[in-house]
């Protein structure tokens, strides 16, 4: 499939979806959002990837906001409308892919920048990078789940105070807040991310699909993540994965997980 906004590249085992705006900042716009979600959807059928890793392509932006000039005539029924179908088409679909997101951040993550970071399993930053949530400054709060995953990924005061004063932090603070799990230099972003997702490609990837439904559930209050988990578990043992990773553990071997 052809894209306007986006590029993807699928390597052995690892998807490439680069924010492909480079002098818009890879802003997001309609467009961008349907070809992503396009692209994820596609990405989580396929047979051969393990491992999907999301960037903006340049060194200066990630995703360096939402493009406003599409939404700044709205109405409260069509702003409410914006947020609900980008939560439901792209960000939600991210959060629950059954293959890990690694979101490699590369300059300004801001605004559904940032919460496009968050929607990934865990992220990694360059040292030149800034990530922040600037909406109160528009007159907005975030709307791409960013009240929510903020919190959860860094505490509620500090997540009140990044909100509140609508600021940007620095690659090193968001690594100490929790925010990121990495920050390496900008010619080693890729390849860092290169590097877990292949310790990633290793394990089972039926296990760590079990593994990201059952997280994700400890964090929705419709699920008993601990019901989650412990229904998860007991399928694990239906599986050809788990009888070639106990297999492979006894006779002292590298297992080769089918999938299955």
Same mark, same amino acid.
């Given at each position: 499939?052809?894209?306007?906004?986006?590029? @993807?590249?699928?390597?052995?085992?690892?998807?490439?979806?680069?924010?492909?705006?480079?002098? *818009?900042?890879?802003?997001?716009?309609?467009?961008?959002?349907?070809?992503?979600?396009?692209?994820?959807?596609?990405?989580?059928?396929?047979?051969?990837?393990?491992?999907?890793?999301?960037?903006?392509?340049?060194?200066?932006?990630?995703?360096?906001?939402?493009?406003?000039?599409? =939404?700044?005539?709205?109405?409260?029924?069509? !702003?409410?409308?914006?947020?609900?179908?980008?939560?439901?088409?792209? =960000?939600?679909?991210?959060?629950?892919?059954?293959?890990? @997101?690694?979101?490699?951040? /590369? !300059?300004?993550?801001?605004?559904?920048?940032?919460?496009?970071?968050?929607?990934?399993?865990?992220?990694?930053?360059?040292?030149?990078?800034?990530? #922040?949530? $600037?909406?109160?400054?528009?007159?907005?709060?975030?709307?791409?789940?960013?009240?929510?995953?903020? $919190?959860?990924?860094? #505490? *509620?005061?500090?997540?009140?105070?990044?909100?509140?004063?609508?600021?940007?932090?620095?690659?090193?603070?968001?690594?100490?807040?929790?925010?990121?799990?990495? @920050?390496?230099? @900008?010619?080693?972003?890729? $390849?860092?991310?290169? *590097?877990?997702?292949?310790?990633?490609?290793?394990?089972?990837?039926?296990?760590?699909?079990?593994?990201?439904?059952?997280?994700?559930?400890?964090?929705? $209050?419709?699920?008993?993540?601990?019901?989650?988990?412990?229904?998860?578990? #007991? /399928?694990?043992?239906?599986?050809?994965? =788990? *009888?070639?990773?106990?297999?492979? =553990?006894?006779?002292?071997?590298?297992? /080769?997980?089918? !999938?299955?």
């Amino acid at each position: 499939m052809s894209y306007d906004n986006i590029t @993807v590249k699928h390597e052995e085992a690892i998807i490439y979806i680069t924010i492909d705006r480079p002098k *818009k900042l890879n802003a997001l716009n309609r467009a961008t959002i349907a070809e992503l979600q396009d692209a994820f959807e596609e990405a989580n059928e396929s047979k051969d990837a393990r491992v999907v890793i999301l960037t903006g392509s340049g060194e200066k932006a990630f995703v360096a906001g939402a493009d406003i000039s599409e =939404f700044s005539d709205y109405d409260r029924q069509e !702003g409410s409308a914006l947020a609900r179908d980008g939560q439901n088409n792209l =960000f939600d679909l991210i959060e629950n892919m059954h293959k890990p @997101v690694i979101a490699a951040i /590369n !300059g300004f993550a801001l605004g559904g920048g940032l919460e496009l970071a968050m929607a990934a399993h865990f992220r990694i930053a360059s040292h030149n990078a800034k990530m #922040g949530l $600037p909406e109160t400054s528009l007159g907005l709060i975030p709307g791409y789940g960013g009240t929510q995953r903020l $919190p959860q990924l860094i #505490g *509620k005061g500090r997540a009140m105070e990044m909100i509140m004063t609508a600021g940007m932090i620095p690659a090193e603070k968001a690594l100490e807040y929790g925010l990121v799990n990495h @920050v390496t230099s @900008v010619e080693e972003l890729i $390849p860092l991310a290169e *590097k877990i997702a292949q310790k990633i490609c290793n394990n089972s990837g039926v296990a760590i699909k079990s593994a990201i439904k059952a997280i994700n559930a400890g964090f929705d $209050p419709k699920y008993d993540g601990f019901a989650i988990e412990i229904e998860s578990f #007991g /399928n694990c043992f239906a599986t050809d994965d =788990f *009888k070639e990773g106990t297999s492979a =553990f006894l006779e002292k071997r590298k297992a /080769n997980f089918p !999938g299955e």
